[in-house]
């Protein structure tokens, strides 16, 4: 049973609830995190591993029928630069997203940071409208 004093008190059950319920999230966040990762690595190695058996079959396949397999020097530089220019743009759109993350992050993290604030403005916002109609002793 816990030591502390367990309130009937709608606000007190609310926060209690909240805590638990955040508490829990905290514990189980970093599992989730890792098991995601998880999933895209492998994810990914699978995608590797099914492209380089492809083209293994496909150069197989060239080799036994004889099929010449020789680019032009102008093929080759086009599929080179090509995907240089896709790796760059992959590089630039990860860099993108990570700076949307992270000022993203940065605003969650200034809004908490300020919640107690508004809470306090809007406290102060409701004594004044509240104060004409209160009773004095």
Known sequence: MSTQTQSNDAFSVY???VQKYFENISKVTPQYFQSITHLQEE???ACEKSINA???MNQEIAKKSGVSTELP???KSAFVDA???FVQASTVHNQLVKTTIDAAVQNIKTFGDNANAFADINKNIIQTW???FTQKN
């Open 73 to 75: 020097s102008s093929a």
């Open 83 to 85: 995907n240089k220019q």
């Open 43 to 45: 994810y990914l190695k």
């Open 15 to 17: 926060k209690q609830n």
């Open 54 to 56: 492809s083209v293994s």
């Open 130 to 132: 509240i104060t004409p």
